[in-house]
């Protein structure tokens, strides 16, 4: 029952509820029971205090000790009211009366010093002892006290005369009007409390639900994904988390779905420029195994292409190892300080004999500037843009090498002069496997290379942090700019 999403919120939600409201209406019932019943405290101890006062005036003619006899007859249990009379006979208390509503139960009693009763309302307790009770003991100590027993509230006033306590007036009253309002409240409260939960489970429901939504969405997304589907609908418009996840997961399928197209085009270039040297290494095996191998010139010439062949295997592995490593996070770089401009003019006279065979000049503008890198990554990042410059540049032409330093560290800029490369095709040139037209290059050279050359570049350049960029312009050449930290 509680595995569903929209269950576990929605019982959560009416949970969360039902404990606030559950101890607000604790909280809430406290109070107003606390205040009823102080409320109902200081009117029944005025009503004793009037009550002494009117006792007190009653005997001011008189002698004190004529005034607690003569109490049974100052306070009188009617049917409808008890009824406090004050009288006055050398001066009227303004014809004072003190009622005390026969409706609201109240029990009178007046007690002498020694705690007995002198008069009852009740007409039931004159003459019993209740100096035991603990409200009528503090009165005749001096003090105002109150008890509750049994749901029945006591106040106890004590009777002064000349500073000399005299007796005490003791009222009781019952709490069944504050019970019954409690009653009322509670019952009010529950009623308010179910509706309440009811509304809430409507609204949770329907949060749920729209929480809910989007993750059902999610999870079909996610399910359709693992099934090879990449095109599942998924509203990406929401501001919220669930939109921000929905658009990760958009992203994600976009990011998957490119790199299992990588993943398929690399084993098909793979396969492809390797089934061209091994066939030729086949062949070539074969014919020398059919007797060519007598032929001492036949002999060399094939065994010769056998090893280009070889080598360019071993190249093509390389750097299929080198992108490996650099996907994996696990290429390893040697950094030390080195002069940069001594490695490119090592790189420019590795590649002069074949720069000579292309009746092309390569000038190296390389002043002394030293970098904290991987000399053999970089003279590896060298070879590379410096062979493609020479493959496209045509005869006659010269490839320019410049170092220079800014604010970003040391830029090393290779620029041919060949047929530049179209603008739709140059957002490519940094994937793998991708070779421009080979019409392009002189003498449809580039067939020869597996189009990794700028890949690896890139991907070892970016390694030492830092970055790489290409600049072409149809019939004017071609620049690539690769920026390395300052050591």
Request: some cysteine; proline content about 3%.
């Amino acid at each position: 029952m509680f595995r569903r999403l929209t269950t576990r919120l929605v019982a959560s939600h009416l949970l969360v509820i039902a404990v606030a409201m559950t101890l607000l209406g604790f909280l809430l019932l406290t109070l107003v029971q606390n205040y009823f019943l102080q409320a109902f405290e200081q009117s029944l101890m005025i009503q004793a205090r009037l009550t002494a006062q009117a006792l007190l005036a009653a005997g001011t003619t008189n002698s004190m000790s004529a005034v607690l006899p003569s109490a049974q007859n100052t306070v009188q249990q009617q049917s409808n009211q008890v009824i406090v009379q004050v009288q006055n006979n050398t001066a009227a208390l303004d014809n004072a009366t003190i009622r005390l509503s026969a409706e609201l139960d109240t029990h009178i009693r007046v007690v002498n010093a020694n705690g007995i009763v002198q008069a009852d309302s009740a007409g039931l307790e004159r003459g019993r002892d209740v100096s035991g009770d603990p409200a009528v003991a503090a009165a005749l100590r001096g003090q105002e006290a109150t008890r509750q027993q049994n749901d029945w509230l006591y106040v106890a006033a004590p009777l002064r005369q000349n500073e000399q306590i005299v007796g005490a007036v003791y009222l009781g009253q019952p709490l069944r009007d504050v019970t019954a309002v409690l009653t009322d409240l509670r019952a009010r409260l529950l009623i308010s409390a179910l509706v309440a939960l009811a509304l809430s489970a409507l609204v949770g429901l329907l949060l749920a639900r729209a929480i809910a939504r989007p993750v059902r969405e999610l999870t079909r997304a996610a399910n359709q994904l693992a099934r090879g589907d990449f095109d599942y609908p998924l509203d990406v418009r929401a501001p919220d988390e669930l939109g921000e996840l929905a658009r990760a997961f958009r992203s994600m399928s976009r990011d998957l779905q490119k790199t299992l197209q990588a993943r398929t085009d690399l084993v098909s270039n793979v396969s492809h420029e390797l089934r061209t040297p091994l066939t030729a290494i086949k062949g070539l095996t074969e014919t020398l195994r059919d007797g060519a191998v007598e032929d001492l010139n036949a002999r060399d010439k094939f065994l010769a292409s056998i090893e280009n062949e070889t080598d360019r295997l071993i190249r093509l592995v390389n750097d299929l190892l080198v992108l490996s490593r650099a996907d994996s996070q696990a290429l390893v770089l040697h950094r030390e300080p080195f002069d940069l401009g001594e490695l490119v003019n090592a790189c420019a006279e590795e590649l002069a004999l074949y720069a000579h065979a292309q009746r092309v000049t390569v000038q190296v503008d390389a002043p002394l500037t030293v970098v904290n890198a991987d000399p053999d990554r970089i003279r590896q990042v060298l070879v590379n843009l410096l062979d493609n410059a020479l493959r496209y540049s045509p005869p006659g032409e010269t490839v320019r090498v410049k170092i220079f330093s800014d604010a970003q560290g040391v830029t090393v800029a290779v620029q041919d002069h060949g047929p530049g490369i179209p603008l739709a095709q140059q957002v490519r040139v940094f994937e793998r496997f991708y070779r421009a037209d080979k019409s392009r290059a002189r003498d449809g050279r580039s067939a020869s290379g597996a189009g990794l050359g700028l890949s690896i570049a890139q991907v070892l350049v970016e390694a030492h942090g830092g970055r790489i960029i290409l600049e072409s312009r149809e019939g004017q050449g071609t620049t690539v700019r690769f920026t390395l930290p300052a050591a």
